[in-house]
């Protein structure tokens, strides 16, 4: 049997996706079509919702997509292509937490009717796809600052589908629209720090390949 590698907390066998493999862009197109069929739904429902979070997260999806293209480009260049691919990505999720937070301030003072029984079965739908995304790119050995980057974006996105669920279930209860709010927030926040940390993350990687810390 092939020696075992561990990624996170998890197992991951010689049998898992190599470096720059055929394997790797395979993994890579999957998540990219993925994440454009869930940012198109979130779109939809998000609007037939009348809901921020839902499109908050369709948005976040939209930008997912772009960082997975951005991952396929990087895969046969160089490391400080790469790094700019992901400096690229940060820069965008703090782009697209701007726009979520102008939203939820424009519906605050606006007012929303959000609904909670479709913000629950879009979430629960994206919480799967969102799984099984993550699931995929986790399989992937020696992750380069890009792909770090994509792997934080489905973590990120997972996480919110979560918050959407709960959302729904006190809208659904209560009749307010303040939880989608809070949610369409929280999502910004997220991306926020995720944007933050892959930034960091792309700063520390040159500093790596410089061999110092500073």
């Known amino acids: 049997m092939g020696q075992d590698w561990l990624d996170g907390e998890e197992w991951v066998s010689e049998a898992s996706v190599n470096l720059d493999s055929p394997d790797k862009r395979r993994t890579l197109w999957i998540v990219l079509a993925l994440n454009v069929a869930i940012a198109i739904a979130f779109f939809g429902t998000g609007i037939l919702a009348d809901s921020s979070a839902l499109i908050a997260n369709g948005l976040d999806n939209s930008s997912d997509a772009v960082v997975y293209g951005l991952s ?34 424009r519906r605050f003072i606006e007012g929303s009717e959000p609904g909670g029984w479709l913000m629950m079965a879009m979430a629960a739908v994206a919480a799967v796809i969102n799984l099984v995304s993550l699931r995929l790119l986790q399989k992937i050995q020696d992750k380069d600052v890009n792909l770090r980057a994509a792997t934080t974006f489905s973590l990120n996105d997972f996480i919110s589908n979560g918050g959407i669920i709960i959302a729904g279930v006190i809208v659904l209860f209560t009749g307010a629209n303040w939880p989608d709010l809070l949610v369409g927030l929280a999502v910004a926040g997220i991306a926020v720090y995720g944007g933050v940390d892959i930034l960091r993350d792309a700063h520390q990687d040159k500093h790596d390949e410089m061999g110092d810390t500073h």
């Open 72 to 105: 396929l480009l990087a895969l046969s260049r160089s490391q400080k292509w790469k790094r700019g691919a992901a400096r690229l990505s940060g820069i965008m999720l703090l782009i697209f937490a701007t726009g979520v937070i102008f939203d939820v301030g």
